[in-house]
Antibody, heavy 117, light 107 residues
Framework: QVQLQESGPGLVKPSGTLSLTCAVS?????????WTWVRQPPGKGLEWVGE???????NYNPSLRSRVSISVDKSKNQFSLQLTSVTAADTALYFC??????????WGQGTLVTVSS | DIQMTQSPSSVSASVGDRIIITCRAS??????LAWYQQKPGKAPKLLIY???SLQSGIPSRFSGSGSGTDFTLTINSLQPEDFATYYC?????????FGQGTRLDIK
């Protein structure tokens, strides 16, 4: 199975843009898997953010749809998350993951993003 | 959105016990359901997919069943490493919602 590693700023100012990257190693993005972002506010449960297929097809959580964008860079074997107009409610541990329907078999270790001035 | 409701929200058990966690969907999700185990500060780990298929490398004491709206995760003969939080997730329709989690503690 592939290995995933999130990276990006750990602190974002309110109203700013959260940008994270997930590097994929040990395999290619161009598989039948969907490349997914999941987040977890401190002390709370998991929230599905969205997913992308290597061809560029995306699905987003409607609660975030106007602010979220997921993209893929096959040349770098990575995919990225952008979340605009962030507030304190977006403070969370952000995980990237891969898999198919109800089968997220590979996960990154997670990266904590805090929204604060 | 499909709401996923797990019960109980928390449970205490002893090593060697059998526990059952239930997950109820607010709409039919067929068998597009997974179970994950999460330990503090760690990523979730896939245990069961397609409601009842055991992920490779997961011990056979874990099993899943159900279809439609009602699902169960059973853990037989609890081991010390099983004390964690468990989540169900549906993938029948977007967004792919998770249950609120069930925390399994040592009694």
């Amino acid at each position: 199975q592939v290995q995933l590693q999130e990276s990006g700023p750990g602190l974002v100012k309110p109203s700013g843009t959260l940008s994270l990257t997930c590097a994929v190693s040990g395999g290619s993005l161009s598989t039948t898997d969907w490349w997914t972002w999941v987040r977890q506010p401190p002390g709370k449960g998991l929230e599905w953010v969205g997913e992308i297929y290597h061809a560029g097809n995306t699905n987003y959580n409607p609660s975030l749809r106007s602010r979220v964008s997921i993209s893929v860079d096959k040349s770098k074997n990575q995919f990225s998350l952008q979340l605009t107009s962030v507030t304190a409610a977006d403070t969370a541990l952000y995980f990237c993951a891969s898999g198919q329907l109800a089968q997220l078999h590979s996960w990154g270790q997670g990266t904590l993003v805090t929204v604060s001035s | 959105d499909i709401q996923m409701t797990q019960s109980p929200s928390s449970v205490s058990a002893s090593v060697g016990d059998r526990i059952i966690i239930t997950c109820r969907a607010s709409q039919d999700v067929r068998t597009w359901l997974a179970w994950y185990q999460q330990k503090p500060g760690k990523a979730p780990k896939l245990l069961i997919y397609a409601a009842s298929s055991l992920q490779s490398g997961i011990p056979s004491r874990f099993s899943g069943s159900g279809s439609g709206t009602d699902f169960t995760l059973t853990i037989n003969s609890l081991q010390p490493e099983d004390f964690a939080t468990y989540y169900c997730q549906q993938a029948n329709s977007f967004p792919h919602t998770f249950g609120q989690g069930t925390r399994l503690d040592i009694k």
